[in-house]
């Protein structure tokens, strides 16, 4: 029974985790995590997300030492650190869960798969999600997907072999890590049991009013399950939510057969979770099966119809955007309540998008790459998938184009979430929140807010941007390579199903 090594990647946890069983069975294990450089050297990569991992980190650590065992850490690149490990103890195989990330997890395992071949070393790599490597079409994916979820969730090991090794490293420290400092001083917590915790309020309170406050920033941050960040650094196992919220449904439809009333909202809401868990994964299949939307539109008809250089006027607009200055509330409101707690809900983030793209006509791939050292929750299919499609350049989507006025007589109509994160609006009375450069210069003084001086003036006109970049679109939309593009697209990726993907 040679020595085994269990490479955690994005899957810090010891529930569900096969590759962590499986090795413990064939032998003596290295259990590893490795600080890699080029993560943290990424652009994609803030403080908040090593804050995080270290939490999750401590946990796992503290789990498997319950069970006999140390987590190993290291600083590098891959596959250095491997012939580190292997010149002190030879081990016989890599054990790990598939990592559908981005081209630098990409061309990373490239690598990983060329050192284990020069080395003798079998990989034995593991799926974790729905994702399917090497898909060649998405007929019949929903089905796959959840055969995948309905799969018999993989128990803990019990005590653990360690192998032996000098030095088993530290976590990396804040300073070490040259990230700098972060705003983020209200994001969420790491660690399987936090995760846990999120799930169960969600299934036993939370999640009741989750259809009907998932869009609104007043009630997202409770009716959402807000496991988004541990599915992205993998502390719990979307198969293990999918089946809890499975048995919570079906606990209460017999509470609803003996005449219990659980509320008209339980059941629909659960449903629609679990369909977001698909959308999940399907989101994520389109970069797994289109690397290159990491970087170009999914579309090619739509390469002319944004710079990615930014001039002088996009450079001034993308900055007021990033800091909440666009004198929009709803755009300023969420930018500055993302840039504080690492999360905002999916219909903010669709809005701030959309603004970036239709009114500032900004291109997708830099408001991208701030938004991903943003988002605690970042995950690069999801991530990337969105920016386009938010963006108008997939193809085969519908142009989204949020009205930032509209949104706030939707979702904030008593300006409780603008005057919690712009108290220079503190004052504007609610039926003015929406629009406050309307104010005449009176109410600007009765409000004690002064358009241009406390609260900027918006920086473009809604209206005239809003018929702007519809005519551009639709002027591209229109041609013949828009449509050959769309076809071939929706072939590929297009779900199959109006329910959800398949």
Request: glycine residues 8%; charged residues 30%; positive net charge.
């Amino acid at each position: 029974m040679g020595t085994q090594l269990v490479w955690y990647k994005r899957d810090l946890r010891v529930h569900d985790h096969e590759p962590l069983l499986r090795a413990s069975q064939a032998g003596p294990c290295i259990f590893l995590y490795v600080y890699e450089t080029e993560i943290l050297e990424s652009r994609e990569y803030d403080l908040q997300h090593l804050r995080f991992v270290n939490q999750c980190l401590e946990e796992l650590a503290d789990n498997l030492k319950r069970r006999g065992a140390r987590l190993t850490l290291r600083r590098g690149r891959m596959p250095d650190v491997l012939d580190e490990l292997h010149n002190e103890v030879p081990f016989e195989s890599i054990w790990s869960h598939e990592e559908n990330g981005n081209r630098f997890t990409w061309d990373r395992d490239l690598r990983i798969a060329q050192w284990v071949k020069r080395n003798g070393v079998e990989w034995h790599e593991l799926t974790q999600t729905g994702v399917i490597r090497r898909l060649d079409n998405r007929d019949g994916w929903s089905r796959r997907w959840h055969r995948t979820m309905e799969r018999e969730i993989v128990p803990p090991p019990g005590a653990l072999d360690q192998a032996r090794l000098r030095n088993h490293g530290r976590r990396l420290g804040e300073r070490s890590s040259r990230l700098g400092s972060t705003e983020k001083t209200e994001t969420q917590a790491g660690g399987e049991q936090n995760a846990r915790k999120l799930l169960e309020s969600f299934l036993a309170f939370r999640g009741e009013g989750y259809t009907g406050g998932m869009s609104s920033p007043v009630t997202a941050y409770d009716a959402c399950s807000r496991l988004s960040p541990h599915f992205a650094h993998g502390t719990i196992s979307i198969r293990e939510v999918f089946q809890r919220s499975s048995r919570r449904t079906d606990e209460l439809k017999a509470l609803r057969r003996s005449g219990t009333d659980i509320g008209a909202e339980w059941l629909t809401s659960l449903s629609s979770f679990r369909s977001r868990l698909r959308w999940h994964c399907h989101f994520m299949q389109k970069l797994e099966d289109e690397p290159e939307m990491e970087f170009r539109n999914l579309s090619r008809a739509y390469d002319s119809l944004r710079p990615e250089a930014f001039d002088d006027n996009a450079a001034r607009c993308f900055e007021a955007w990033k800091h909440g200055r666009t004198g929009y509330p709803m755009i300023d409101a969420c930018m500055r309540s993302l840039r504080t707690t690492g999360w905002i809900n999916f219909r903010m983030r669709a809005m701030l998008v959309s603004f970036a793209a239709y009114h500032l006509w900004l291109h997708w791939r830099e408001p991208g790459l701030f938004l991903a050292r943003q988002f605690l929750d970042f995950e690069p299919g999801i991530h990337w998938s969105q920016m386009q499609m938010q963006s108008g350049t997939t193809g085969i989507n519908a142009n989204r184009i949020y009205s930032p006025i509209k949104q706030v007589t939707d979702q904030d109509p008593g300006g409780f979430f603008l005057r919690r994160w712009l108290p220079e609006l503190e004052g504007v009375p609610d039926k003015r929140l929406p629009e406050p450069w309307k104010m005449s210069r009176s109410e600007q003084d009765a409000a004690g807010c002064v358009l241009g001086q406390d609260y900027p003036l918006p920086i473009v006109d809604h209206q005239q941007a809003y018929s702007e970049a519809r005519s551009r679109m639709q002027s591209i939309k229109s041609s013949e390579q828009a449509r050959q593009d769309a076809q071939a697209i929706q072939a590929k990726h297009g779900s199959r199903s109006r329910r959800g993907p398949g």
